[in-house]
């Protein structure tokens, strides 16, 4: 069982920066993808992140690359999100995910375990 909770989200103006959370209360963190996703109003949830166990593999949405970086830190059971340059369409609530798969994945329904997320909004 992994429970993730997701910290640091807030109110910042465009083109600033946050960096995201997400701690691990499980024991076995290090053999997960971790990814992260994020969901607008009236919006599907997307994908934004992935991470794979070691951190040697990691992949971005087309909308995010030069400005996202997705990190962790398997001794504290931890996974980051660096955001810079935001923008007003960055704004949703942002969701950290667990996959125990083999292969790294891009789709939520892939993901068995969710945080309970962490809003984002980005003032223009």
């Known amino acids: 069982q992994e429970q993730l909770v997701e910290s640091g989200g807030g109110l910042v103006q465009v083109g600033g920066s946050l960096r995201l959370s997400c701690a691990s209360s499980?024991?076995?963190?290090?053999?997960?993808?971790m990814g992260w996703f994020r969901q607008a109003p009236g919006k599907e949830r997307e994908f934004v992140a992935v991470?794979?166990?070691?951190?040697?593999?990691?992949y971005y949405a087309d909308s995010v690359k030069g400005r996202f970086t997705i990190s962790r830190d398997n001794a504290k059971n931890t996974v980051y999100l660096q955001m810079n340059s935001l923008k007003p369409e960055d704004t949703a609530v942002y969701y950290c995910a667990a996959d125990s798969s083999v292969v790294l994945s891009t789709t939520p329904n892939q993901y068995g375990y969710w945080g309970q997320g962490t809003q984002v909004t980005v003032s223009s």
């Open positions: 499980g024991r076995t963190f290090s053999s997960y993808h």
């Open positions: 991470v794979s166990w070691s951190g040697e593999y990691k």
